[in-house]
């Protein structure tokens, strides 16, 4: 039952492993909210800001508006510093909730006083479902401005318009943590389902490395990422097709995998693919020659104790302006001579 709780109030409903895979999703769509109402804030504040120096209707509220100017350009700061600066990310989300709740709460308490809150309540459900946070501190946030808000009502208020008062406050605060907690936890699932969706359209289901799919995507991308060089390492697998036919199609689906597993401890999964039925291909960024020959001939090592063998073609570029598809051609290249030096000295059907 608590760890029921706690999936739902910390991570929506899902687990902590789910939540963290969309993590920079999260913050990055916080961001450009958070900014785009920043930006909005300002201007509609400044409008009325304006308006209070020739309108008598918001004179009263000039200094409401001054804070809610200044408060705004501040955060719009932060929103921009926050894609450098990642945990500036909520702090900008928070600045921007407590703009329109603070603007709320002083135009009901401190300008209006005898008059029935209407824009706090509208801001208390409002704002939250804009942006994307655990329930447990969006709660804690409306909470506390809840409480906030009742405080100043009971210096600035009296009367009935105070009862009425404080009991929407709290009608709409529950109101508005129970819609933020169930619009938070479908926006979550919806992002955790389609990043595994997104992970399952570029993941081979039988090594668990990337597909041919993510190679095509990601291929163009490469002479960008590296600083001072690249290596791509082309790797057949042989005799797989013979294994299949004296031991079945499990006994190769086995071979695979190992030979996947030994390809992904030395050059890790994020950019090693399986390319076609017996084919890999791994690229590693600003390593040394040598270092990535040792990891070769550790993979080598690893496949032989098996009793398996790989043919392995490796090229390598150590300056910038690297022509991708002459690099793939070339280690290609040099693993089919790698192949045709094996079936020199092993019996050729064991293609």
Known sequence: MWQKIKEYAFYGDTDRESYHSIKDRLEASNRITALVFATGASILISIMLLLSFFLDGFSGSKPVYIFGVIFSIIQIVIALLSKKIPALTY?????????????????????????????????????????????????????????????????????????????????????????????????????????????????????????????????ETYPSIYKKSIGCIYIDVNGLHELNNTKGHKAGDEMLQYIADAVKKQFGKKDTYRVGGDEYVAFVLDLSKAEVEDKIKEMRAQVSEQGYHAAVGFEFHDAKDVDINTLIVSAESKMYKDKSNYYKVHDRRAR
């Not at 409480?147 to 600035?156: D, G, S």
Request: net charge neutral; hydrophobic share 55%.
């Open 91 to 219: 702090v900008s989300v928070y600045m921007a909730i407590s703009v329109f709740l603070i603007y709320g709460i002083a135009i009901a308490t401190l300008t209006r006083p005898d008059q029935q809150t209407v824009t706090f309540m509208v801001m208390l459900i409002f704002v939250p479902l804009i942006f994307v946070d655990r329930p447990i501190r969006m709660a804690a946030s409306l909470i506390f401005y809840i409480i906030a808000f009742i405080i100043m009502a009971c210096q600035t208020k009296t009367g009935s318009i105070l009862s009425v008062d404080i009991t929407d406050a709290i009608i709409f605060g529950v109101l508005a943590v129970f819609s933020e907690s169930v619009v938070y936890r479908a926006k979550i699932r919806g992002y955790v389902l389609e990043n595994k969706l997104h992970i399952m359209s570029e993941t081979d289901q039988l090594t668990g490395l990337n597909n041919r799919n993510c190679y095509e995507w990601r291929l």
